[in-house]
């Protein structure tokens, strides 16, 4: 029978379990946080500097299920700066950004301001301290999920990004976990992804 887990993926880990590439050999993955079966693969992919929900399955099909449909991605996202609702607006009606050196245009999405910062697990790596400026945070959810997108967005709006962490995909949310934190959801899968 196939298995499903939900991570929090902690900052500086990869999201992959193995990888036959030089510069990417010292690299933490993810199996390092859990013993998982050995056909455990990660639905989609965070950064290495990016945190939060990953599904992981031992099930091609479901990973293929999950990655072919529209579900909602939902980041909170800590920006360089007091972001502007005028911003906001920007990122809702989707804007032009690059992905892979060519121009493209991001679907309409679901943006908020956040007016208390998340309860987050702290980072493994501080992101500043006050010195450097204010920052604030937002909300984004998305239904597409290009290279580097919500980074790329927010920059793009005059608000780079310095923290990113996905709190929910489709029904599945990252709750209280903590960063590393691994817990088997085969039954939450089968009834909000079938």
């Given at each position: 029978m196939h298995?499903?887990?939900?991570i929090?993926?902690?900052?500086?880990?990869?999201?992959?379990?193995?990888?036959?590439?030089?510069?990417?050999k010292n690299k933490k993955k993810l199996?390092?946080?859990h013993n998982f079966p050995p056909e455990t693969m990660s639905v989609g992919r965070?950064?290495?500097d990016s945190e939060g929900l990953l599904i992981l399955t031992t099930d091609g099909k479901m990973s293929h299920h999950i990655l072919s449909r529209s579900f909602e991605k939902e980041y909170y996202v800590q920006v360089d700066g007091i972001v502007?609702?005028?911003?906001?607006?920007e990122l809702?009606?989707?804007?032009?950004?690059?992905?892979?050196?060519?121009?493209?245009q991001t679907l309409p999405c679901k943006a908020k301001l956040l007016t208390d910062p998340p309860l987050l697990p702290e980072r493994a790596k501080k992101v500043r301290d006050k010195?450097?400026?204010?920052?604030?945070?937002a909300s984004i959810t998305l239904k597409e999920g290009k290279?580097?997108?919500?980074?790329?967005?927010?920059?793009?709006?005059?608000?780079?990004?310095?923290?990113?962490?996905?709190?929910?995909?489709?029904?599945?949310?990252?709750?209280?976990?903590?960063?590393?934190?691994?817990?088997?959801?085969t039954q939450e899968i089968n009834e909000k992804f079938l």
């Open positions: 298995q499903h887990f939900k929090y993926k902690p900052y500086g880990y990869i999201s992959q379990f193995i990888s036959n590439e030089q510069k990417r199996g390092e946080l965070l950064d290495e502007t609702q005028e911003a906001i607006n809702q009606k989707g804007i032009e950004i690059s992905i892979h050196g060519k121009k493209y010195r450097h400026g204010p920052t604030s945070w290279f580097r997108q919500v980074k790329k967005m927010t920059a793009a709006v005059g608000f780079p990004t310095l923290r990113l962490v996905r709190v929910r995909i489709g029904e599945i949310f990252i709750d209280e976990m903590q960063a590393g934190e691994v817990r088997e959801i």
